[in-house]
């Protein structure tokens, strides 16, 4: 599972580097022309009263406050397209999907200590890889489509339910001042949000916030660094139903 490792991890530096210490209080208005002070084009512009690194710790403040959250990954690791939709909450509730390009996918169902897993076929001989023939043809054929039941406290699962363990990204992403800059107005699904950008080194992050409701995070661009990432943040508040598969379409390991 190194490509899903790498990709939790990068998910981790993209909420934490919005929370780096920076310079902070600088003019952090959109590259376009700022309007005067109290004109009508101020007033109407979201956030117009914040600074870029004001904005970016309203929204981190709204978002860690969400229960529940789904998050939606997509990203590229050592060449591979990987992608993953998770919905979780903080109560360690998680269900969702991830994928790796043409290497197959698997489901992950989680709660409280539990967890279950489900493989396709494409993914059990990905990383299976290097066993003999004949043992990865009998792993597939009891395992693919098929849910397993283990403890979330495993040591094989830690890496892979990272993304699942929506307290812990939360509590990378503390509030700090910034050097993020406003990019103007843009939406997302739908929702009006505002753009803005901060630089670490060679890497760019293009933070959008909505400016309707809750300024929640709606999304997250990572450029220029190794693993480029997008991730959506949706479904705030909303409870994450986890169902327990039937025993019929569990394995049958003995």
């Known amino acids: 599972m190194r490509l899903l490792t790498r990709t939790a991890v990068n998910t981790a530096c993209a909420f934490a580097v919005l929370g780096l210490a920076a310079c902070g209080g600088t003019d952090t208005t959109s590259s376009k022309e700022a309007a005067p002070k109290n004109s009508p084009a101020r007033e109407a512009e979201p956030f117009a009263k914040l600074s870029g690194p004001e ?12 229960k529940s959250m789904k998050i939606g990954i997509d990203t590229t690791s050592d060449g591979e397209k990987v992608s993953a939709h998770l919905s979780s909450d903080t109560s360690g509730n998680c269900t969702g999907t991830m994928a790796i390009g043409p290497a197959g996918a698997m489901e992950i169902r989680k709660t409280g200590d539990t967890v279950y897993t489900k493989y396709d076929e494409a993914l059990l001989r990905e990383q299976s890889k290097g066993e003999p023939a004949e043992d990865i ?4 054929d009891m395992l693919a489509g098929k849910w397993l039941k283990s403890k979330a406290s495993e040591p094989d699962n830690k890496d892979m339910l990272e993304l699942c363990d929506l307290n812990s990204l939360l509590e990378d992403s503390a509030s700090n001042d910034t050097e993020a800059r406003k990019d103007g107005s843009t939406t997302v699904d739908g929702h009006p949000a505002l753009r803005l950008i901060e630089k670490d080194g060679a890497a760019s992050y293009t933070l959008t916030v909505a400016t309707e409701g809750q300024p929640y995070i709606l999304k997250i661009d990572a ?7 997008t991730m959506t943040l949706s479904e705030f508040g909303k409870p994450v139903v986890v169902r327990k598969p039937a025993a019929k379409d569990m394995a049958d390991i003995g």
């Open 55 to 66: 904005v970016v710790n309203k929204a981190m403040a709204a978002t860690k406050k969400a």
């Open 137 to 140: 043809d009998a792993a597939v």
């Open 223 to 229: 450029a220029g660094n190794e693993d480029p990432m």
